[in-house]
């Protein structure tokens, strides 16, 4: 259980930070710079949930939210060959597949695509999409972590489908993708 009773503690001033199983790193290590980016991406689906969108659509957005601070968890301890006293939060397959789930569900009300779509249209779709293109960033920074240290590899496939989700969604968002604003190659070359 978290329980914090004051938010400053000064021991970050120096610019290096705990991780969760204690380690002392620099606010700057790629490890910060993963679970920071899923940090900003949870904030960012606050404000799109923030913009309105439907009650079911908002229901999956909460729950992917908490998911979101168990990925960041899970980042934030380092896989160890040696068992912890108390075992690290991992994002799971299950929780994958939960995605999976939510993006067929919402695909089958969807026409395919002829073209590749602008971001935009609705408040809550251009919502979306930001969050789709954030994710997209934040996967690669996990990707750059895994390089050096090993980690969970469901943190990755999870962002991954995390971000189709968003896109799914974000058309559907957009009138069930009626109201998508497709890309019109070199339409303005003249």
Same mark, same amino acid.
Request: charged content about 20%; some cysteine; proline content about 5%.
């Given at each position: 259980? =978290?329980?914090?009773?004051?938010?400053?503690?000064? +021991?970050?001033?120096?610019?290096?930070?705990?991780?969760?199983?204690?380690? @002392?790193?620099?606010?700057?290590?790629?490890?910060?710079?993963?679970?920071?980016?899923?940090?900003?991406?949870?904030?960012?689906?606050? =404000?799109?949930?923030?913009?309105?969108?439907?009650?079911?659509?908002?229901?999956?957005?909460?729950?992917?939210?908490?998911?979101?601070?168990?990925?960041?968890?899970?980042? &934030?301890?380092?896989?160890?060959? +040696?068992?912890?006293?108390?075992?690290?939060?991992?994002?799971?397959?299950?929780?994958?597949?939960?995605?999976?789930?939510?993006?067929?569900?919402?695909?089958? &009300?969807?026409?395919?695509? +002829?073209?590749?779509?602008?971001?935009?249209?609705?408040?809550?779709?251009?919502?979306?999409?930001?969050?789709?293109?954030? &994710?997209?960033?934040?996967?690669?920074?996990?990707?750059?972590?895994?390089?050096?240290?090993?980690?969970?590899?469901?943190? =990755?496939?999870?962002?991954? @489908?995390?971000?189709?989700?968003?896109?799914?969604?974000? @058309?559907?968002?957009?009138?069930?993708?009626?109201?998508?604003?497709?890309?019109?190659?070199?339409?303005?070359?003249?």
């Amino acid at each position: 259980m =978290v329980y914090l009773n004051r938010i400053y503690t000064k +021991t970050g001033d120096g610019g290096a930070t705990s991780l969760g199983d204690g380690k @002392r790193v620099l606010k700057t290590d790629l490890r910060i710079t993963a679970y920071g980016g899923v940090d900003e991406l949870n904030s960012i689906l606050g =404000v799109t949930l923030a913009a309105g969108l439907p009650e079911n659509m908002s229901t999956i957005l909460f729950r992917i939210q908490n998911d979101l601070f168990d990925l960041g968890a899970d980042l &934030c301890v380092p896989e160890s060959d +040696t068992a912890p006293e108390f075992p690290a939060l991992r994002i799971t397959a299950a929780q994958v597949e939960q995605l999976e789930h939510w993006i067929d569900a919402a695909n089958e &009300c969807l026409q395919p695509l +002829t073209s590749f779509i602008l971001p935009g249209g609705k408040p809550g779709a251009a919502h979306l999409h930001l969050a789709r293109t954030v &994710c997209r960033r934040v996967e690669i920074g996990v990707l750059a972590l895994a390089a050096r240290d090993q980690i969970n590899p469901q943190t =990755v496939i999870y962002l991954n @489908r995390l971000s189709d989700l968003l896109f799914v969604l974000a @058309r559907v968002a957009n009138d069930e993708g009626r109201g998508d604003i497709l890309w019109v190659p070199g339409a303005n070359r003249g």
